[in-house]
């Protein structure tokens, strides 16, 4: 694939509007997208970074270090898990190979498999970001990248891979049982935000389902983030739309209903607005490209 690398040991520069939005489209409306990385170079650290999509990191080769609530050193046979959302930043990596994976979270709960998130809500929750894969495992682990990775894998294939790399990542694991239910306004409202944001959900609803106030609701996330709950509202639906748009044939009218606009001009208006492009004509270039 040629999609850009989710690996959170190359974090993007910056987090202006723009490349928020860039990142927010990366996979090109697919559910996961998977990419090879190979750098034969040390490289220095960058900027803490979010994005939209939870994403994880599996090293075949070299060391990294990395920070994201507290600091990790990554090597050879880890599993480094970035949830969506999560602040993180590479700050120091030696020369490499890793295999990175990101998950658009709102198309997973639109398919009832909001269940595969689970080894990242256990990061969100205080678990540790770092997994140890079996030297025994790891061959096996690579081979399910390797297959995720060949052109025109069937949706259906692909949930199968995944669902068999993130089984693998919570085999290895040792999170204890008291992470699982994690507390804090920021991993509660993303939680919400991820499973019910193709409905109709407002600031209001998500502030009411943490018990919090909206505005204090969407400052903890803007200042975690660097997004607000509304852009994380739709992020997720932009998501959804963009692949419903490439992988169905349903029209721009019951997409916007699917992704929780039941006004389908205003539905048109937020996707030029974040992709420069009608929904129709985004669905005729991708679909050519």
Do not use: K, N
């Amino acid at each position: 694939m040629t999609t850009p690398d989710p690996s959170p040991m190359r974090p993007r520069q910056g987090a202006t509007t723009a490349a928020l939005r860039a990142d927010d489209r990366r996979g090109e409306g697919g559910p996961v997208f998977v990419t090879r990385h190979a750098s034969t170079e040390a490289r220095s650290g960058h900027p803490p970074v979010t994005h939209a999509h939870a994403a994880l990191a599996f090293l075949t080769a070299g060391r990294a270090h990395v920070e994201q609530e507290g600091r990790w050193t990554v090597e050879a046979g880890d599993v480094f898990l970035v949830p969506a959302g999560a602040r993180h930043r590479a700050l120091a990596v030696d020369p490499h190979t890793s295999w990175g994976l990101g998950i658009c979270t709102s198309c997973l709960a639109a398919d009832g498999a909001a269940e595969l998130l689970e080894p990242f809500e256990r990061v969100r929750a205080g678990g540790s970001a770092v997994v140890r894969i079996p030297t025994e495992r790891r061959a096996f682990l690579e081979a399910l990248f390797r297959e995720l990775d060949q052109a025109d894998v069937p949706a259906s294939v692909q949930r199968s891979l995944v669902t068999l790399i993130l089984h693998e990542v919570t085999r290895a694991a040792r999170w204890p049982e008291a992470t699982a239910s994690g507390t804090g306004v920021v991993v509660e409202s993303l939680r919400v935000i991820e499973r019910r944001c193709l409905g109709p959900l407002t600031l209001v609803d998500v502030a009411a389902a943490v018990g919090r106030t909206p505005s204090h609701v969407t400052t903890a996330l803007t200042r975690a983030t660097g997004r607000s709950a509304l852009a994380w509202i739709l992020a997720g639906r932009m998501a959804e739309a963009r692949r419903l748009l490439l992988h169905s044939d349903e029209p721009v009218e019951a997409i916007a209903g699917r992704v929780g606009y039941g006004d389908t001009t205003h539905f048109i208006r937020m996707f030029r607005r974040e992709h420069g492009a009608t929904p129709a004509a985004w669905r005729a270039r991708a679909r050519r490209g």
